[in-house]
């Protein structure tokens, strides 16, 4: 009988797993108690989760997105003040509780909002308004053209590569860090799993499979390494730097950020 992992019913309860796989789950609930009860504790946790309902956008949505990636770009193209030493999080950009991540999150919010308005082009332009604040809005966002839209959506698919590239190469390293910094390294999960499933499911949408390839086996190492439970044993970080270094997921990445930076 197939052992199934916690990971395994994650990607049930989202219909992400294969057909085959998900026929096999499907019949395991039926027959196992003990199978039903750890996804039934899942189910609810994950349900948890996604109680926040955001509220609808107004007219003005899309303009205001767009000024705020212009005033951005403007202030990322400044020139920046000398870092301080980041630990392996900063290092990752997004570090939790301090500046770093209020800056990285913004940037993030940002790129999040303009990857869906990228697939539904021709809605950059709302109603007129009469108010000062909204002309400039809407001058500001007159800016952005299309492939200046496509540009910023590829360099926020780079930036979320990167970052996991650099998380699965301490992985690869055994990184003690991974092991001590539990509540920080969840934290560092659950955005790059939202993330990658933001971009993955944008590739396909856009036909490129390959790249929604490599970032469905990014997401799958990501929520495995999520699962991990505090004060695990060393077996069970064996096992996760055997698996990247096996899938050679890093190299992948590499080759992927390589294509991606070409369309820039």
Do not use: C
Not at 17 to 32: F, G, I, V
Not at 78 to 93: D, F, H, I, Y
Not at 103 to 111: A, E, G
Request: proline share 4%.
């Amino acid at each position: 009988m197939r052992h199934w992992k916690d990971q395994d019913l994650v990607l049930y309860y989202y219909g992400e797993l294969d057909d085959s796989s998900a026929l096999e789950l499907r019949q395991a609930l039926t027959n196992s108690s003990d199978i039903q009860a750890r996804y039934h504790g899942i189910a609810d946790f994950l349900t948890q989760q996604n109680i926040y309902e955001p509220p609808q956008p107004d007219h003005n949505f899309n303009q205001r997105i767009m000024a705020g990636i212009h005033q951005e770009h403007a202030r990322q193209n400044q020139p920046a003040a000398t870092p301080v030493k980041p630990n392996w999080l900063k290092r990752l950009s997004i570090g939790v509780q301090d500046s770093v991540w209020a800056k990285t999150l913004t940037t993030s919010l940002l790129v999040l909002a303009v990857t869906t308005a990228v697939f539904n082009l021709g809605r950059w332009s709302a109603e007129p308004s009469t108010s000062s604040s909204s002309e400039h809005i809407v001058q500001s966002s007159d800016q952005f053209d299309t492939q200046t839209s496509q540009r910023v959506l590829y360099a926020g698919m780079r930036t979320h590569m990167e970052h996991s590239q650099r998380l699965l190469t301490r992985v690869s390293n055994a990184d003690p860090d991974l092991q001590r910094n539990t509540g920080d390294r969840q934290q560092v999960m659950e955005e790059l799993i939202g993330f990658n499933r933001l971009y993955r499911r944008l590739a396909e949408q856009a036909g490129d499979y390959p790249l929604a390839r490599v970032l469905e086996q990014n997401e799958s190492l990501l929520i495995e390494l999520n699962n991990v439970i505090p004060d695990s044993n060393d077996q069970t970080w064996r096992s996760l730097e055997q698996r990247v270094n096996q899938s050679d997921l890093v190299f992948k990445l590499k080759v992927a950020n390589r294509k991606l930076s070409a369309k820039i």
